[in-house]
């Protein structure tokens, strides 16, 4: 089973820092990975697709990248309402969704 | 607009079984798949399975094949997600998530969850 790896699992930024979180497949997925946001409380929101595809109403701040095994996740300028714990999920079968572990990301 | 609305909390004992519902509105139910997602408490997410409401066509993760049913009632948009063989284990939050338009295998709408706790 492919299995995903997310890092750093958590991480302290100010307002306006630029954010990375990365996210490792054991096996290529091609650009069958999303991610999502899940703020304090709250339930999961849908952010990304195909990689770097932003859904409807997802500010432009956030972006991603990647293919095969290696993905990212950037906030280009981190704003209070960014905090929250992002999780990545990869869909190349649609027998066996998975996601990673999660990243928390803070305000320092 | 689009909305999942899930059924209320649950407190079982282990070896129970649990049903959770999970009520779509605002768009064509039998055009999206539903996915299952499990959250134990300071966990991660867990995803459970699909079901495709147009046929009744499911697939389980693995983990959970033989202990989860998931079915769904087209004439009231509602899908259901039932777990047997409760342990405390279980205790989670339990979310239904539809499947996107541009992908059935991302979830682009979340239902508000529905807490399970299992406990003698």
């Known amino acids: 089973d492919i299995q995903m790896t997310q890092s750093p699992s958590s991480l302290s930024a100010s307002v306006g820092d630029r954010v990375t979180i990365t996210c490792r497949a054991s096996?290529?997925?091609?650009?069958?990975l999303a991610w999502y946001q899940q703020g304090p409380g709250k339930v999961p929101k849908l952010l990304i697709y195909?990689?770097?595809t932003l859904q409807s109403g997802v500010p432009s701040r956030f972006s991603g990248s990647g293919s095969g095994t290696d993905f990212t996740l950037t906030i280009s300028s981190l704003q209070p309402e960014d905090v929250a714990t992002y999780y990545c999920q990869r869909y190349d079968s649609a027998l066996a969704l998975t996601f990673g572990g999660g990243t928390k990301v803070e305000i320092k | 607009q689009v909305q999942l609305v899930q059924s209320g909390a649950e407190v079982k004992k282990p070896g129970a079984s649990v049903k959770v519902s999970c009520k779509a509105s605002g768009y064509t139910f039998t055009g999206y798949y539903m996915h299952w997602v499990r959250q134990a408490p300071g966990q991660g997410l867990e995803w459970m399975g699909w079901?495709?409401?147009?046929?009744?066509?499911?697939n389980y993760a693995q983990k959970f094949q033989g202990r989860v049913t998931m079915t769904r009632d087209t004439s009231i948009s509602t899908a259901y997600m039932e777990l047997s063989r409760l342990r405390s284990d279980d205790t989670a939050m339990f979310y239904c998530?539809?499947?996107?338009?541009?992908?059935?295998?991302?979830?682009?709408?979340w239902g508000q969850g529905t807490t399970v706790t299992v406990s003698s």
């Open positions: 195909a990689t770097f």
């Open positions: 079901i495709n409401p147009n046929n009744g066509g499911t």
């Open positions: 998530a539809r499947g996107g338009a541009a992908t059935a295998l991302v979830m682009d709408v």
């Open positions: 096996q290529g997925i091609g650009n069958y």
